[in-house]
């Protein structure tokens, strides 16, 4: 069984992005304006998710010197990516309200 990324908010806002829409395929500045996230943040991310299977990517078949533009990675949640972020969030947000009792989280306890 793959193993469960840390859920750092990073990770989680990449989630969501994915999640909100998760058949789409998107390219990785798409993904970074939904998070609200740099590009060298998201992608080391996204690796990760696709090496224990959430995600799948290829690149667009396209000439670059033709579009005026590096070819595109394009991004979508693998099968059960989707279920697998979605229980991956939820345990995140379980966990804060015990963090906060014990004083690991911000905010008021």
């Given at each position: 069984m793959a193993k469960t990324p840390r859920m750092t908010i990073p990770t989680q806002l990449v989630?969501?992005?994915l999640l909100e829409d998760p058949t789409r395929e998107m390219y990785g500045l798409e993904i970074c304006h939904i998070a609200g996230l740099a590009p060298g943040t998201i992608h080391p991310i996204l690796a990760r998710f696709e090496g224990i299977g959430w995600?799948?990517?290829?690149?667009e078949d396209v000439d670059p010197r033709e579009a005026g533009r590096?070819?595109?990675r394009y991004y979508r949640?693998?099968?059960n990516g989707a279920e697998k972020a979605r229980l991956a969030l939820d345990n995140a947000q379980a966990?804060?309200?015990?963090?906060?009792r014990l004083g690991l989280a911000g905010g008021a306890a």
């Amino acid at each position: 069984m793959a193993k469960t990324p840390r859920m750092t908010i990073p990770t989680q806002l990449v989630l969501r992005a994915l999640l909100e829409d998760p058949t789409r395929e998107m390219y990785g500045l798409e993904i970074c304006h939904i998070a609200g996230l740099a590009p060298g943040t998201i992608h080391p991310i996204l690796a990760r998710f696709e090496g224990i299977g959430w995600l799948e990517s290829r690149f667009e078949d396209v000439d670059p010197r033709e579009a005026g533009r590096p070819r595109r990675r394009y991004y979508r949640l693998a099968s059960n990516g989707a279920e697998k972020a979605r229980l991956a969030l939820d345990n995140a947000q379980a966990k804060v309200p015990k963090m906060r009792r014990l004083g690991l989280a911000g905010g008021a306890a």
